[in-house]
């Protein structure tokens, strides 16, 4: 069965500092995952995603993710956190084997950037 | 672009009435979902369809829900009756289904309150 598990319900990091926020997934078929933001009475925001190529990934708002198929793993980072940042996150693998219409999602991070 | 429109961004109804939620997707997706977002489960998704079609509703917590896409931009997810239990922030998203590269884009959602 497909899942998505993040480890940390919240993140605390201090301004201009580097932010990673964790994510795992599980999947039968190739992994198809995705990083979205949630800002307070928003929807979920898109990112970033990653379908096939490069480990890295480069999003939205200076955000990056590194696949590590070993590990099965898509952390979500950024070099210097801003107070902006703070938001809920999400991290979702899409379904293969649902023809792509299925997203899982993780329960979310909070990231708390304090000046 | 107007994004995903959804209507109303708040509701409050009393117990045992009838509550119409609404949606207008991007136009072009062919693909909509409704989810259910609370404290306590994180984000449900609850139904989805594909070409004005129900794919799968299984996420419909019970027969008091009820979802309809009469054309390709209009959706509602009705719950009659209400009960305090159903209180959730309710958002829709549509993508175009062309396989694993299509995000999902949210609407900024419904807060339900049933008292």
């Known amino acids: 069965a497909q899942s998505v598990a993040q480890p940390e319900d919240q993140v605390n990091v201090a301004e201009g500092n580097p932010l990673t926020v964790k994510c795992t997934y599980s999947?039968?078929?190739?992994?198809?995952l995705f990083w979205y933001v949630q800002y307070p009475n928003r929807g979920l925001q898109f990112l970033l995603k990653?379908?096939?190529?490069?480990?890295l990934v480069k999003g939205s708002y200076g955000f990056e993710a590194e696949f590590n198929k070993s590990q099965t793993s898509f952390h979500l980072k950024k070099p210097s956190a801003l107070v902006s940042d703070s938001a809920l996150y999400f991290c979702?693998?899409?379904?293969?084997?649902?023809?792509?219409?299925?997203?899982?999602f993780g329960s979310g991070t909070k990231l708390n950037v304090k000046p | 672009d107007a994004g995903v429109i959804q209507s109303p961004r708040h509701e409050v109804t009393e117990m045992g009435q009838e509550v119409t939620l609404r949606c207008k997707p991007i136009?072009?997706?062919?693909?909509l979902f409704w989810y259910r977002q609370t404290m306590m489960r994180g984000l449900e998704l609850l139904i989805y369809?594909?070409?004005?079609?129900?794919?799968?509703d299984s996420g419909m917590p019970e027969d008091r829900f009820s979802a309809k896409m009469p054309n390709a931009s209009f959706s509602t997810l009705k719950i009659q009756p209400s009960e305090p239990r159903d209180s959730a922030v309710y958002f829709c998203?549509?993508?175009?289904?062309?396989?694993?590269?299509?995000?999902?884009?949210f609407g900024n959602g419904t807060r339900l309150t049933v008292t």
């Open positions: 998203a549509s993508s175009l289904d062309r396989g694993p590269n299509s995000p999902l884009h």
């Open positions: 999947v039968s078929g190739n992994p198809y």
């Open positions: 990653y379908i096939t190529g490069d480990n």
């Open positions: 979702a693998v899409r379904d293969e084997e649902n023809n792509f219409n299925k997203f899982y």
């Open positions: 136009s072009g997706h062919n693909s």
């Open positions: 369809f594909n070409n004005n079609v129900p794919i799968d």
